[in-house]
């Protein structure tokens, strides 16, 4: 990857969009351009310069407009408030600068414009937990995986909401200059140089969804009957539909099968649990319908991304009073 910025240094380009988040632009301003010494320059640039309207602050002063994208090595794009498509011009731009060779990084939503540049086709990405499921309908073409904090495609990067862009930052950092360089920044930021786990273990805990008419009641039952064995066909009675009219309802209401939608259920329940309580992983896991412990712990890592042990010891408030 070329080097465009004088002095040898690595030139990072952060696009403003419009109603772009506060905090989501902070990090990259944080990380990459408070650092006099360090290995990077910045510039902050916008389609109208002027002040760009920011989400969560005052409006942000923009002298540079989409030709600074050219002189990038690395492209940011934040988070910007109602992911809508951006320009042709912006995306002309986050376009031609992929092409010429600039590593491509979103933050949180703005994973969406890096989508409509066509830079997420064939690639896996991610986004804020609470807007995968819109980039995934909106484009097809992309495999999105809310899970993860951050995902390292090579010249295309994605990550989650505001912490898991610090994340990614400091794995940006880690690839260029090492392990110790990024840990010394890390320091300085005061945060982790690495987490563990993915954004499953802090999105919403599932809830009966807003559904209407006849299979509306079933959900509410089955959420209280998680500690059961329940399967499709007991579902189905309890509605009073057939099996396949049941699946259809599922698919419509909540996007997917009744059986995946009830283990999100039954991992909801557990997080709940190792939140609030000092219940042990053999009593969680059989009030959530989940079987052994064993079990219960395989299942709650591959979907959460951590162990329900960790997960307890980082959102259970007597766990956290107790280090």
């Known amino acids: ?6 002095g040898g240094k690595h030139h990072v380009v952060v696009v403003a969009l419009e109603n772009v988040l506060a905090l989501d632009i902070g990090i990259p301003l944080q990380v990459f351009g408070s650092w006099p010494d360090g290995p990077y320059t910045m ?26 994208v050219q002189t990038a090595d690395t492209v940011i794009v934040p988070g910007y408030l109602e992911p809508d498509p951006p320009s ?70 994605t990550s989650g909401g505001v912490a898991a862009g610090l994340d990614l930052s400091l794995h940006l950092i880690r690839r260029d200059h090492g392990a110790r360089l990024a840990n010394q920044r890390a320091r300085l930021l005061v945060t982790a140089p690495h987490r563990t786990g993915g954004q499953a273990q802090f999105a919403d805990l599932p809830v009966a969804p807003d559904a209407s008419g006849a299979a509306m009641p079933v959900y509410e039952w089955a959420l209280r009957h998680l500690h059961q064995p329940l399967t499709v066909d007991q579902l ?26 009830l283990l999100d259920a039954r991992l909801g329940l557990a997080r709940e649990l190792l939140e609030s309580s000092d219940l ?44």
Not at 1 to 6: E, F, L, R
Not at 43 to 64: F, I
Not at 246 to 251: A, D, T
Request: aromatic share 6%.
């Open 88 to 157: 042709a011009a912006v995306t002309a731009a986050l376009a031609r600068a992929a092409a010429c060779g600039s590593r491509m990084v979103s933050i949180c939503s703005g994973a969406f414009a890096l989508a409509a540049a066509g830079l997420l086709d064939g690639r896996r990405a991610t986004t804020h937990w609470r807007y995968a499921a819109e980039l995934a309908r909106r484009y097809p073409q992309v495999t999105v995986q809310p899970q993860e904090l951050y995902i390292d495609e090579g010249q295309v990067l």
């Open 236 to 261: 189905a009675r309890q509605a009073g539909l057939s099996r396949r009219t049941l699946i259809r309802r599922f698919h419509s209401d909540t996007g997917r099968p009744p059986m995946s939608w």
């Open 280 to 323: 042990t992983v053999e009593a969680v896991a059989r009030r959530c319908g989940l079987g052994t412990p064993a079990n219960f712990r395989s299942l709650f890592k591959a979907h959460v991304g951590v162990p329900p042990r960790t997960y307890r010891e980082t959102f259970n408030s007597a766990a956290v009073k107790s280090r």
């Open 1 to 6: 990857m070329g080097v465009h910025a004088s």
């Open 43 to 68: 510039t902050v640039c916008t389609e109208r310069p002027g002040l760009v309207p920011m989400h969560g602050g005052p409006a942000l002063s923009v002298v540079d407009g989409l030709d600074a």
